[in-house]
């Protein structure tokens, strides 16, 4: 116990505690804690510093304010900003990234995970990147080479994934553009489009869903998507309007990098009353409704059944 740090030269059985530092040129079995950091070859046990840990190798816990890091360790790495280590088996938990060549298990952060190779989870509010892993990317972004496993996220890349662009028509006679990005099992979908019902005012539309598809990807695959779009007239872009579709259909290769997708869908088109200039044109390429009704508030729901045809690349 010491008042600025505490060195030991070889090895430390029990604690060390310190103002500032702890420095073990050996191996640590027991407890470091400081209040600023915690230096040592090997432990086994806990280090608990306000700002930062270093061992070469851990099994335990490193608990840091600010910085952990390890080339190899076994166990918890818990900090307020970042965990670095070169191979773990355990757990990484920070308030902004974790860095790891090599990790089994899970990687947790409140921005960004990086990991050459990781087999298990990542979860990071922001951004996973990994160049391949075996498991899940939980995050607004994923990034990766290649996976054996799912990325889940409001946008996903996989290098060596599920990414195509599409061409579609459909009942409602808009034209539309897709990029569709992720993994088979599990995608995103960003479309926009345009009516080719209106030369003069066109109605646009761009939207957002996620989609799956099952099969063999270099044959035929079974796709299932869940999306929502919205409708813009001119530079009205807030207009209250959003039309929900789930769509299912048959993806079929008809060369390497070129397939035919079609298929069937359900419509609901939510609207506002109070828009009767707009929503005489959206009306307008409705081609038909199955169920009409207006709520108390003025919002008007149409569904109808409907279809589309694509051609896809890549």
Known sequence: A???????????????????????????????????????????????SGTVNFSTKFEGAQLSGVWNESRVGDGLQLSGVVNTARDLTGVQVTGVANIAKEIKGTQVAGVLNVSNAADGLQVAGLVNIASYFDGYQIGTVNIADSCSGVPFGFFSYVKKGYHKFELSFDEMRVTSVAFRTGVPLFHNIFTAGISTSFSDKPLWTFGYGLGTSLGNPKKILWDIDLSSSQFVKESNWSSENKLYKIYTGIDWHISKKTSIAAGISYNVLVTDNSEADFNSSLYAIVPYTSSNSTSSSGTNLKSWFGGKIAIRFF
Do not use: D, E, P, Y
Not at 2 to 30: C, D, E, H, P, Y
Not at 38 to 46: A, D, H, K, R, V
């Open 2 to 48: 010491a008042g600025t740090f505490n060195i030991v030269r070889g090895n430390l059985k029990k604690v060390q505690m310190a103002g500032v530092g702890n420095i073990v040129g050996g191996s640590v079995t027991g407890l470091q804690a400081a209040g600023t950091f915690n230096i040592c070859n090997t432990f086994n046990g806990l280090q608990l």
